[in-house]
């Protein structure tokens, strides 16, 4: 029996084929896998009492996503976004069960070698929940899709700040959590591959504007290779790399800074508190960037500006609160109960809120830049891969003892590389949503035409034959561009 496209106005349309549906499967995952990863990591090197080894061993983790992002869109031509998305969640509850032994049984070794596994199936699972974000949603939904995605990794963060408190609450000193609290977290990761099995094909998807999702991919490793090669030569790419490297460079520092100057309780708290603020501020961010009253130009400006500008003060803010705490005889370590900690958790929490914010606008802002049905998988790889490069750096960096390099150290270089990405940065964001130099109010650059790399490729995960699929991202381009041109007329 012939199969009928999905996207066909004849078809029925399936909740479980739903835009909605997919990105909930996606967000599930993020708060399942991701989401419980940065608890850990929030409460201030994953839990334990001391956090340099911890952020060496995260270090370890973002140097092999490095490698996998290079080769994980050859990956998933060979078996599908799906089942490489599945594969990607099975090194999560590996690595919270080494921090468990590491923390219980002063295990070491164990913790390595999960670092390695987490490394190696993490990488394939941020390759592929960042395309699948940025490909399935339809385009005047991507902002608020986008955060959706965000907050649901964030609520994980909130439960287990809300989980570790719970079992935390009475510990009024420094040191690690609770391992039963990691038991929680082992249990609720170990469900993750199921989940994400449930999510359907690019092919199979059923947008609400029936539109197509396509993601082509060439057969060949050496063919892949070399479309990764030259879309990394992209005017657009090569300027927006400081800021992909940039983006998740300070989650290291205010991570070890919670683990610093905070209680137990007192880091779970914070925690939980700034999930929250991190959610707020992400839908608001994520609705404003759909608005379409305002141009695409005029909203991708502003956020810029504004993001911008938070992250700027929060910089300096940081620098001040950590050379104080520094030139004090005895280092801090601050309860909800004591003077001063309003002060000092608000680094924490603002921090955090705008790490996010910046991560929401990057995939925003690269969503506009996509082209093709391949390069959104790409575009992800290049993404990942770099910030994982950044993660390396940022966590090794924060794995050297405090005694030889200070925290205020470590915002000090954040704030060096923050700065340089903003003129960079800016030569792609003044750009956005300008068509033949009109500012147009809604996102055509991706999906028009076919893939820059069709020699010797295949669409396996299409649904509909390849030439059909130009014809519909041809006209919807030529109808685009016709509305611009009358209104420049």
Known sequence: MEETSPNNPQTKRTWYRSTFFNISVVS??????????????????AGAADPTYINAANAVIFCLQVLVCVFGSAMISKIGLKWTFVSGMLG?????????????F???WYLMLACVIQGAT???????????????????RRGKYIAYWLASRIVGQMIGGAVTLGVNAQRKERGHISVETYLIFIAIQAVGPFIAALLSSPGKVQRSDRTRVVVNLPASLCTELKAMGKLLTRKEVLFLTPMMFQSVFSEAFFSTYNATYFTVRARALASLVASTGVILANFCLGFFLDWKRPSVNRRAILAFILIYAFELSLYIYAMVATKEYENRSI??????????????????????VGFNLMYDYLYWLVGTINKTGGEV?????????????????????????????????AVAVNMSFFVVCIIPSWFVVKNVGMVNGVKVHAIIQDEIGGDPVQDGGHHPEAGQDSPKSDMVGNAEHEESVSVVERRKG
């Open 122 to 140: 993490s990488g394939l699972f941020w390759l592929t929940e960042g395309a699948i974000v940025l490909a399935y949603p339809e385009k005047h």
């Open 106 to 108: 002063d295990n070491k």
């Open 28 to 45: 599930l995952c993020a708060f399942i896998a991701p989401g419980l990863w940065a608890a850990m990591n929030g409460l201030g090197g």
């Open 377 to 409: 998988v790409r575009l992800s790889a290049i993404i990942r891969g770099i910030e994982s490069c950044g993660q390396a750096i940022s966590y090794g960096i924060n794995s050297i003892d405090q005694t030889r390099f200070s925290l205020s150290g």
């Open 331 to 352: 280092n801090p370590t601050f309860d909800w109960t004591d003077a001063g900690f309003g002060r000092a958790v608000c680094v924490y929490i603002l921090m955090l």
């Open 92 to 104: 999560f509850p590996v690595y919270a069960s080494s921090v468990y032994c590491n923390i219980k």
